[in-house]
């Protein structure tokens, strides 16, 4: 029998098939507990809100179908709505530079000490670990124009203190200190890639000459570029999805704590803490709009999907700029 004609190199493309379609049921059993949280935890609910976002529901009843109506009161009806977006647009803004500059400063200080490293790490770290509310409590504390600690060391040295929580202009930057409190996370993975930077760049570069400056901005900066990004499309997201804090803080600082999320001091003091999030959790869980409540979600969901994508792409194009001039 000849070679063309032996029962081997017959069923050897079958056997491959064969082989390939097992290995792809392996892949696809593996995959299986993932698919399956992702289509009940993320996929159904995204495309339920996006229905739900075109219907008048109020979580109870039959959702009637409204068409484009819910958006049309979102970008041209909801007087509140353009206050709340705001506030969300200044914590995304001054939050999201404040934080990226405030843990690379922290990690660069940490990343050049040897004695006590890890007591002063795990110190940075700790308020990563406190739950939003009791942080936000305690910040309000601390704040309290009245008799907190603060306030008094500052009339100890002569100074009036302000407001804060209580002050529309300062309720927010209350806010800010609150949050790079909590940032030890974030300064912790900004620390492993400064450590991570290879220390023979820095022995050429202080041989040619170049100052702590020169090689921080050279060196240090370039490489742990995508630990930046990261960063910042992270706090960006956080400060889109800000909530728990501004809520407590507006309800403790208005002596109401046992109302959080009460429609009459939400935002408190005069809207300045009223965030789009809480605007929307208003709308949806305490006023039963479920459908308008709905397109504020998908709104954000886009906004946030398109900060990540651009920051994403722009970041592909700089590596790949970097890589033709390399």
Same mark, same amino acid.
């Given at each position: 029998m000849?070679?063309v004609?032996?029962?081997?190199?017959?069923?050897?493309p079958?056997a491959?098939?064969?082989?390939k379609s097992?290995?792809? $049921?392996w892949?696809?059993?593996f995959?299986?507990?993932?698919?399956? *949280?992702f289509?009940?935890?993320?996929?159904?609910?995204?495309?339920?809100?996006?229905?739900?976002s075109?219907?008048?529901?109020n979580g109870?009843?039959t959702?009637?179908w409204?068409?484009l109506?819910?958006?049309?009161?979102?970008f041209? *009806?909801?007087?509140?709505?353009?206050?709340?977006a705001?506030?969300?647009?200044?914590?995304?803004v001054?939050l999201?530079?404040?934080?990226?500059?405030?843990?690379? *400063?922290?990690?660069?200080?940490?990343?050049?000490?040897?004695?006590?490293?890890? $007591? $002063?790490?795990?110190?940075?770290?700790? %308020?990563?670990?406190a739950?939003p509310v009791a942080?936000?409590?305690?910040f309000?504390?601390?704040?309290?124009?009245?008799t907190?600690?603060?306030n008094?060391?500052?009339?100890w040295?002569?100074?009036?203190?302000?407001?804060w929580?209580?002050?529309?202009a300062?309720a927010? %930057?209350a806010?800010?200190?609150?949050?790079?409190?909590?940032?030890?996370?974030?300064?912790?993975i900004v620390?492993?890639a400064?450590?991570?930077? %290879?220390a023979?760049?820095?022995?050429?570069a202080?041989?040619?000459?170049?100052?702590?400056?020169?090689r921080?901005r050279?060196?240090? $900066?370039?490489?742990?570029?995508?630990?930046?990004?990261?960063?910042?499309?992270?706090s960006?997201?956080?400060?889109?999805?800000?909530?728990?804090?501004?809520?407590?803080a507006?309800s403790?600082?208005?002596?109401?704590?046992n109302?959080?999320?009460n429609?009459?001091?939400?935002?408190?003091?005069?809207?300045?803490?009223?965030?789009?999030?809480?605007w929307?959790?208003?709308?949806?869980?305490?006023a039963?709009?479920?459908?308008?409540?709905?397109?504020?979600?998908?709104?954000?969901?886009?906004?946030?999907?398109?900060?990540?994508a651009?920051?994403?792409?722009?970041?592909r194009?700089?590596?790949?700029?970097?890589?033709?001039? *390399?």
């Amino acid at each position: 029998m000849s070679a063309v004609d032996s029962p081997l190199t017959t069923d050897e493309p079958s056997a491959r098939l064969r082989s390939k379609s097992r290995n792809r $049921l392996w892949v696809l059993a593996f995959l299986a507990p993932w698919l399956v *949280g992702f289509a009940v935890f993320f996929a159904y609910p995204l495309l339920a809100t996006v229905y739900f976002s075109f219907t008048n529901y109020n979580g109870l009843s039959t959702a009637d179908w409204v068409g484009l109506r819910n958006y049309a009161y979102l970008f041209t *009806g909801d007087p509140l709505v353009r206050t709340a977006a705001y506030n969300t647009l200044w914590l995304v803004v001054v939050l999201t530079v404040l934080r990226v500059a405030f843990t690379l *400063g922290v990690a660069s200080v940490l990343a050049r000490i040897r004695r006590g490293a890890g $007591l $002063l790490r795990t110190l940075v770290y700790l %308020p990563a670990l406190a739950p939003p509310v009791a942080a936000t409590l305690t910040f309000v504390f601390l704040f309290n124009p009245g008799t907190g600690p603060v306030n008094t060391v500052l009339g100890w040295l002569g100074i009036s203190g302000p407001l804060w929580f209580n002050d529309p202009a300062l309720a927010k %930057p209350a806010l800010t200190l609150l949050t790079l409190w909590g940032s030890g996370e974030l300064t912790i993975i900004v620390l492993a890639a400064i450590l991570d930077v %290879p220390a023979d760049l820095y022995e050429a570069a202080a041989l040619d000459g170049a100052g702590p400056w020169q090689r921080f901005r050279a060196i240090t $900066l370039p490489t742990i570029a995508p630990v930046l990004v990261f960063g910042v499309v992270n706090s960006i997201i956080f400060a889109l999805q800000y909530f728990t804090q501004a809520v407590v803080a507006g309800s403790v600082a208005s002596g109401s704590a046992n109302m959080v999320g009460n429609s009459q001091i939400l935002g408190y003091p005069s809207n300045s803490t009223l965030t789009f999030p809480a605007w929307l959790y208003q709308q949806g869980f305490k006023a039963y709009h479920m459908g308008y409540a709905s397109a504020m979600a998908v709104l954000l969901f886009v906004v946030s999907f398109a900060f990540t994508a651009v920051l994403l792409r722009r970041l592909r194009g700089g590596a790949r700029v970097e890589g033709v001039t *390399g």
